[in-house]
């Protein structure tokens, strides 16, 4: 064997070996073959045997401007050469305040602090422990509990799981968290309520409205995922929702923590997803793609009023005792600095419009589909739910790994996506073009015909 082909054989059992995958059944993967991917090219990953794919999924959900792009690359690299980690407990650093103060500028009116975090799961963790503390420091020491949707997904942490409503990841985990109140999802597809849209008056908002005016003394806050409950599989929730979650949270003296991890940062076609209901949340989760893709960030914002709860002398102890040893990165806010000026040159945002009507309508076929139950999308974030039975929308046994089955269809011809159960999903990066959207839409139409048929 040729020294090359011995590389790839070592570095092939050795992921085999020693990885433990996220989010993977092990022994499945085992069998199935790793794709390594060495490098990558604007919307291109690029494996170790030089097989080419498109990232049909902006790696996790991350991508925004493509890989290697130019300017983040170049921010990172000017960074390393000044300093590429320092603390922010008691300590500042340049791009750190740079980039919290433009963040304030483009986030929803009212938000004015920014606390660091580097993932998702720790922006929602901070967010309920804010939203608690704050409670206390008001005098509100009986509210102490949150308010969540079914199927909401917010993070893998304890306090982010506990608020979590995907039973799939999280019925395990039960006996270990914190109790939360579950209001119906917006799924209009399997309305909880087995309402029909719009006829209904979007009555889970009702019911939201119930659930929330019984636990009012005790609810510190609500978190919600604007617009798009995206792990649950891109559950789109009806115009006007978003806004009614503003309104009773307002009415009932609740926190609203409006989680865009996923949603943030161009996804649903605006910068931020509730810009499109005018919501101003009072605590703003951020981190997916803030950094434009590239390194681990994320950032919790919040009100004044918050912050000014946890101000006094330090032995009345209101300090919010909680950091994270890489909080405020450097390089990842150098990079996330870059990320952002590249939104106003390129007018990412005003090119999307054209190109996200240019996916919806290469979309609209796959809902002729025998197998395809419900296409949902918002701007860049698309969800195609297979059923076994269209009349009924049965869903396929668990078994059957149709979701998985249709990636690994893809992926033969040169396209990586990841379901979430049997829900195919699309979230290309925001740079993707008409050409290539397309070409994704058809390599997944073709995968679920297969695999289906
Ligand atoms: C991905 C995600 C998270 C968790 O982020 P991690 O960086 O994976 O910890 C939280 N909330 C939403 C809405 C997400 O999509």
């Known amino acids: 064997m040729s020294k090359g082909a011995d590389r790839l054989t070592q570095l092939m059992s050795d992921d085999a ?4 995958h996220p989010f993977t059944q092990m022994q499945e993967y085992r069998q199935e073959g790793p794709v390594i991917i060495e490098r990558a090219e604007g919307i291109h990953l690029i494996d170790i045997h030089g097989r080419r794919y498109m990232d049909g999924v902006s790696s996790l959900w991350v991508n925004v401007h ?3 792009k130019r300017e983040i690359d170049e921010a990172i690299k000017a960074q390393v050469d000044r300093v590429s980690h320092t603390t922010l407990l008691g300590l500042s650093n340049v791009p750190a305040i740079k980039l919290a103060r433009q963040l304030v500028e483009i986030t929803p009116a009212g938000l004015e602090k920014v606390f660091y975090s580097d993932n998702g799961s720790t922006a929602v963790e901070i967010a309920l422990k804010m939203a608690f503390q704050y409670h206390r420091h008001r005098g509100g020491t009986g509210k102490t509990r949150f308010i969540s949707l079914t199927h909401a997904y917010h993070g893998d942490t304890i306090g982010s799981v506990s608020v979590g409503g995907i039973s799939l990841f999280h019925k395990t985990f039960e006996p270990l968290l914190f109790d939360c109140t579950f209001a119906p999802a917006p799924y209009c597809y399997r309305c909880p309520l087995e309402a029909e849209y719009p006829g209904c008056g979007m009555a889970c908002a009702d019911a939201l409205e119930e659930i929330v ?3 009012q003394e ?6 919600v995922e604007p617009l798009v409950q995206g792990a649950a599989g891109m559950l789109v929730a009806p115009e006007g929702y978003l806004a009614r979650v503003r309104e009773i949270c307002t009415r009932y003296n609740l926190l609203m923590i ?5 949603t943030g940062f161009g996804r649903t076609g605006t910068l931020f997803a509730c810009e499109q209901e005018g919501v101003r949340p009072d605590l703003l989760c951020l981190a997916k793609g803030l950094t434009g893709g590239t390194l681990p960030l994320a950032a919790t914002l919040a009100t004044e009023i918050i ?6 002398a330090y032995e009345a102890f209101k300090t919010f005792f909680h950091g994270h040893t890489y909080t405020g990165n450097p390089l990842a806010c150098a990079a996330a600095l870059a990320n952002l000026s590249l939104f106003d040159p390129l007018e990412v945002l005003s090119g999307l419009s054209g190109r996200i009507r240019h996916f919806s309508r290469a979309l609209a076929p796959l809902r002729d589909d025998p197998k395809v139950g419900d296409v949902r999308q918002k701007g860049f974030m698309v969800g195609i739910e297979l059923v076994r039975n269209k009349a009924t929308k ?9 979701g998985h089955r249709v990636i690994l269809g893809a992926r033969e011809r040169g396209l990586l996506i990841r379901p979430l159960g049997d829900v195919i999903v699309l979230m290309p990066p925001l740079c993707t ?3 290539d959207l397309s070409r994704m839409v058809a390599i997944t139409a073709k995968a679920i015909r297969e695999v289906t048929a």
């Open 394 to 402: 049965e869903p396929y046994p668990p078994a059957e790994r149709i």
């Open 307 to 312: 912050y000014d709860a946890f101000l006094g």
């Open 218 to 223: 005790t609810a510190a806050a609500l978190i």
């Open 258 to 262: 409006a989680d865009e991890v996923a």
């Open 17 to 20: 070996r020693h990885i433990w």
């Open 213 to 215: 005016r019984g636990a």
């Open 433 to 435: 073009e008409r050409d």
């Open 66 to 68: 493509g890989h290697g």
